[in-house]
C-alpha cells in the first residue's frame, strides 16, 4: 500500500491536527498519510464503506451503519472522562429564560449534523418522547457541522439554545467534558443543561476492510497501547480524548441499539441523574 487516506470532519479547532495525526501515522507506519476532508457526516462515512477513504474518526451512527454491515473494523474507541460513551445535551445561555424542555416555543437551535447522534438525532428523539413538540419548540433550526459552531452559535446570540456531547462526572450532576468547553469556550456557569439522553456509544477509528492487517493492527497498537507516543498524543488532541481502548462486544451491542432508535425514531433512556 503506498498511501493511506485518513479520512474526517473538518473543524477549524482541528485543521493542524489532523494533518499532525498523518504525519505521526506516516512515520510510524513509514508511509504516506493523507488528510480527506469530507463534507458531512454521511460523505464520509459513504467514503469509507466505498474505500474512498482507508480510516476515519467515525461518529456513532456512521459507525453502527459499517461496522453491522461488515463494511469495516473497529480499531479504538475514544475515552472522555474514563468512558467510552457519552451524553447528549441541549444547552442554553444561563442570562436566558430558558430551563427546561418546556420552555422550548419558537426558539433558535443549532445542531451539528443530521447523522450526528449528540448534535442532533438522539436529543431530539428524547424531547419527542417527553412530549416536546418539535415543530412548535423551534422556530430555526442551522446545522452549523461541528461542536465548536454550537458553541459559538450560542455564545454570539445566533441561536437559543445548542445540542453537544458531554459526560457528567462519575456519581454526581457536574459537568466534566462537553462540546462547548472543548470547542467553544463557554464556562459551567455560562450555560444551563436544558435537557440531556444517552448513553451514546463512543466514536471510533474504523478501517476499511481491505486494509492490510498489519496496518490495523499497528495502528490499534500506537493508540490503545501508546505504540508510538508520537500517534496517541496526536490521536488524543485531534479528538480530545483521553485515551483509547480496544472496541469490545458491549460496544457493538450499543452500536445496534443505537441503530434501532436512528431507524425508529424512539430514544435512548435518559441516565439517572
Not at 473543524?11 to 488528510?35: I, P
Not at 463512543?202 to 476499511?208: C, N, S, Y
Not at 486494509?211 to 497501547?225: S, Y
Request: proline letters at 5%; one cysteine or more.
Amino acid at each position: 500500500m503506498e498511501r493511506l487516506r485518513f479520512g474526517l470532519i473538518p473543524d477549524e479547532a482541528n485543521a493542524t491536527l489532523a494533518d499532525d495525526l498523518a504525519r505521526a501515522a506516516g512515520e510510524y507506519l513509514h508511509t504516506d498519510v493523507e488528510v480527506h476532508r469530507a463534507t458531512d457526516y454521511r460523505v464520509l462515512a459513504s467514503s469509507l464503506e466505498q474505500g474512498r477513504i482507508d480510516f476515519a474518526w467515525v461518529p456513532p451512527v456512521g459507525a453502527a451503519r459499517l461496522v453491522t454491515s461488515g463494511v469495516v473494523r473497529e480499531l479504538a474507541l475514544t475515552m472522555r472522562n474514563g468512558q467510552s460513551t457519552y451524553l447528549t445535551g441541549l444547552f442554553a445561555l444561563r442570562s436566558s429564560k430558558i430551563e427546561t424542555p418546556a420552555d422550548l416555543r419558537g426558539v433558535r437551535a443549532a445542531w451539528v449534523d443530521r447523522e450526528s447522534a449528540s448534535g442532533y438525532i438522539v436529543i431530539r428523539a428524547a424531547l419527542r418522547t417527553a412530549g416536546v413538540s418539535l415543530v412548535q419548540a423551534f422556530s430555526e433550526e442551522h446545522f452549523v457541522r461541528s461542536h465548536s459552531e454550537i458553541a459559538r452559535a450560542l455564545a454570539t446570540g445566533k441561536v437559543d439554545v445548542g445540542a453537544t456531547c458531554f459526560n457528567f462526572v462519575s456519581g454526581t450532576v457536574e459537568i466534566a467534558r462537553s462540546g462547548y468547553k472543548d470547542h467553544g469556550g463557554l464556562r459551567d456557569e455560562d450555560v444551563r443543561l436544558v435537557a440531556h439522553a444517552g448513553p451514546i456509544p463512543a466514536d471510533v477509528l474504523a478501517a476499511h476492510k481491505s486494509v492490510p492487517q498489519r496496518i490495523v493492527t499497528a495502528l490499534a497498537a500506537a493508540l490503545v497501547d501508546a505504540r508510538s507516543p508520537q500517534l496517541h498524543a496526536a490521536a488524543k488532541a485531534l479528538v480530545h480524548a483521553d485515551g483509547f481502548v480496544r472496541p469490545g462486544p458491549e460496544h457493538r451491542e450499543m452500536l445496534v441499539s443505537l441503530l434501532r432508535v436512528v431507524d425508529s425514531g424512539k430514544t435512548i433512556p435518559p441516565p439517572g441523574r
